[in-house]
C-alpha cells in the first residue's frame, strides 16, 4: 500500500520501471494509491474549512463552512477527483492509440493515477487554505507532476521520447484545465458552500 510514493518523489525513473513490472488492475490502482492519496487534500480541506476559515490572507476575512456543508464540499470534491483520474487516463490512451506502440486503456488509468501523486501530496497545504498559498503548492506539485509525467512515459507506457512529448504537454494541458476548474469549484463551495450544498443535495 503507497509503496510508490517515496520512490516518484525521489527516484522516478527507477520506480517506474519497477511499476511498469508490475501487473496491476485499475482496481488495485484505486483500492491501494487513489482513493487513500485523493482524501488527502479533501481532509486537509475539511480541517482548513472549518476551523481556520479560506481567504487571501493578511487583513482580509475568514470565511468559515459548518461541519455538515463543509461535508458535502468534501464528498463533492473527492469524487471529482476519482473522476479525473480516469477521466486523464483515458484522454492519454486516445492520444496514444495513434502512436507505434499503443499502450492499453488500463495502463493509460494507471499511469493517470500514479502521476497525480505530486498533486494529490500538495493539498496538505489546505489545512491552512489561504488561496495564494494554496496556489503556490499546486504549482509546486504541477511542476512535480510534469517530471513524473515526463521521465515515465517511455519506461511505463512504452513509447518513444518524441512521442512522449507530445503526450505530456497535452497531459499537462489538460491537467491545468481540470486543475483550474477544480480550484474554482472548490473556491465557489467554500465561499457560498453554505447556501448551495445542502440545496444541491435534496436531489
Known amino acids: 500500500?503507497?509503496?510508490?510514493?517515496?520512490?516518484?518523489?525521489?527516484?522516478?525513473q527507477s520506480?517506474?520501471?519497477?511499476?511498469?513490472?508490475?501487473?496491476?488492475?485499475v482496481r488495485h490502482l484505486y483500492a491501494h494509491h487513489v482513493f487513500i492519496l485523493a482524501a488527502i487534500p479533501v481532509v486537509s480541506a475539511y480541517i482548513g474549512t472549518t476551523q481556520v476559515g479560506?481567504?487571501?490572507?493578511?487583513?482580509?476575512?475568514?470565511?468559515?463552512?459548518?461541519?455538515?456543508?463543509?461535508?458535502?464540499a468534501g464528498i463533492a470534491f473527492y469524487i471529482s477527483i476519482l473522476m479525473a483520474v480516469f477521466l486523464v487516463g483515458t484522454l492519454i490512451h486516445?492520444?496514444?492509440?495513434?502512436?507505434?506502440?499503443?499502450?492499453?486503456?488500463?495502463?493509460?488509468?494507471?499511469?493517470?493515477?500514479y502521476i497525480a501523486t505530486p498533486m494529490f501530496l500538495s493539498g496538505l497545504v489546505a489545512?491552512?487554505?489561504?488561496?495564494?498559498?494554496?496556489?503556490?503548492?499546486?504549482?509546486?506539485?504541477?511542476?512535480?507532476?510534469?517530471y513524473v509525467l515526463y521521465v515515465g512515459i517511455p519506461y511505463?507506457?512504452?513509447?518513444?521520447?518524441e512521442e512522449g512529448f507530445i503526450?505530456?504537454?497535452t497531459t499537462l494541458a489538460v491537467g491545468v484545465l481540470v486543475l483550474e476548474v477544480m480550484l474554482?469549484?472548490?473556491v465557489m463551495l467554500w465561499g457560498y458552500g453554505e447556501v448551495l450544498l445542502p440545496w444541491l443535495f435534496r436531489f
Do not use: N
Open 184 to 186: 474554482a469549484i472548490t
Open 156 to 161: 511505463f507506457l512504452g513509447i518513444s521520447s
Open 167 to 169: 503526450v505530456s504537454s
Open 1 to 12: 500500500m503507497l509503496t510508490h510514493v517515496w520512490g516518484l518523489l525521489v527516484h522516478p
Open 54 to 72: 479560506w481567504g487571501f490572507g493578511g487583513d482580509h476575512a475568514f470565511i468559515k463552512l459548518d461541519l455538515i456543508s463543509a461535508l458535502y
Open 127 to 146: 489545512i491552512y487554505p489561504i488561496v495564494w498559498l494554496c496556489l503556490l503548492a499546486g504549482t509546486i506539485g504541477l511542476c512535480m507532476t510534469a
Open 94 to 113: 486516445r492520444m496514444a492509440r495513434s502512436f507505434s506502440t499503443p499502450p492499453s486503456h488500463r495502463r493509460c488509468v494507471i499511469f493517470a493515477g
Open 15 to 25: 520506480e517506474w520501471q519497477h511499476i511498469g513490472k508490475e501487473d496491476e488492475t
